[in-house]
């Protein structure tokens, strides 16, 4: 495993130093955190740090990309940070080399990971330490493959990035109005919904796939008023390094 990255730990600031820990500072994540989420990005978990609380302790910020592999307590949480992420001690993540790529390291860490989690070792609870998770064996792909195989993966990475983000943001949105609408605080019992959406018809997803880095993408086709119009994602302003 050290062959195709680096092996990052993690650290976690002293809980007896609320001026460490905020709600919009660097985000810091825990194996919590991935056990109470679904989604395969992560920018943050439940409690940022402060920089005074990122450097009072060993932890070390990583990249964009880099992908979080809880360690211990369980063994085998697989993520990839959607931005600069920190980890505590409870992570023994990956930041890829740029020859490698964070698909590939993500994929064989997820084919991987009771293989891993079987070499854990411990009294209390099994852990991974980062002698064990740099030692790991794997069979490294040529360097053609490992570009080809970047070109059709990175497009749907983003894809499911995007796709995560939209649900993340609908869920807010259903959570701040269902209170809203379940009291009464919001009426929409005078709301003419049919004349609301007369304007707007949604067909089924079209056939049309567009071609990107030799990678197949679904688009939706919408129709607004006698105008067609074809949803793609920007890939030009996509987050290029997964």
């Not at 990255?5 to 905020?22: D, F, L, Q």
């Amino acid at each position: 495993m050290a062959d195709i990255g680096e092996v990052v730990g993690g650290a976690t600031p002293s809980k007896k130093r609320p001026e460490y820990y905020c709600q919009d500072g660097i985000g810091w994540v825990t194996p919590r955190d991935l056990s109470n989420a679904n989604d395969k990005f992560l920018s943050r978990g439940a409690d940022d740090i402060t920089e005074e609380g990122y450097n009072s302790c060993s932890a070390k910020l990583m990249p964009k990309g880099s992908v979080l592999f809880s360690s211990r307590a369980p063994i085998g949480y697989v993520a990839i940070a959607a931005n600069e992420v920190a980890t505590n001690q409870g992570f023994k993540s990956v930041v890829p080399n740029k020859s490698i790529g964070t698909a590939f390291t993500y994929c064989f860490l997820v084919r991987n990971k009771q293989r891993i989690a079987d070499m854990g070792a411990g009294t209390t609870f099994p852990e991974v330490s980062s002698k064990i998770m740099k030692s790991v064996k794997l069979t490294i792909p040529r360097p053609g493959e490992c570009k080809a195989f970047s070109a059709f993966a990175n497009p749907l990475l983003y894809q499911q990035y995007l796709l995560e983000t939209e649900g993340n943001k609908l869920a807010a949105l259903r959570d701040t109005l269902l209170p809203k609408l379940m009291s009464g605080e919001i009426d929409v019992s005078k709301v003419d919904l049919k004349q609301l959406n007369s304007h707007l018809t949604i067909s089924t997803p079209s056939p049309i796939v567009a071609s990107i880095c030799d990678a197949p993408i679904a688009c939706s086709r919408r129709e607004i008023g006698s105008r067609l119009f074809l949803c793609l994602p920007d890939m030009e302003s996509g987050p290029h390094g997964w």
